[in-house]
């Protein structure tokens, strides 16, 4: 079995080439797609379930949709060439007190921010 890397333990390298953008762009705008597909049929609890005290599927879809607002700031700051963009919340409040475990999904997926219509 593969170990996948932690998140905090990832590098993200600025290097790419401008040709990787579209790439990468329509990878992001089909997440929700895949998304979808991937928890289409499973049941509601095994969604909701956490394993080794891991965030269940739903916590994960949950943090993306958290993540939106911290996407759009950091956007605008960007576009008016802050120097520093805001820092994420690295314990996840808003994960953790979001309560997505007991949301039903279609209601999680349905406040996706990335439309794949868009």
Avoid at 4 to 29: K, N, T
Avoid at 108 to 116: M, R, S, V
Wanted: aromatic residues 6%; negative net charge; glycine residues 6%.
């Amino acid at each position: 079995m593969i170990t996948q890397v932690a998140w905090l333990d990832r590098e993200f390298v600025f290097s790419q080439p401008i040709g990787m953008f579209p790439i990468s762009l329509e990878r992001l705008r089909g997440t929700l797609a895949r998304a979808k597909e991937l928890v289409s049929g499973v049941r509601e609890d095994a969604l909701a379930r956490r394993i080794h005290d891991k965030w269940s599927a739903k916590e994960h879809l949950g943090h993306l949709v958290d993540l939106e607002t911290l996407d759009d700031r950091r956007l605008d700051e960007f576009l008016s060439r802050a120097e520093i963009l805001s820092a994420a919340d690295i314990e996840n409040r808003a994960t953790e007190n979001g309560r997505h475990r007991e949301l039903p999904i279609a209601d999680i997926t349905g406040d996706w921010p990335l439309d794949a219509t868009s």
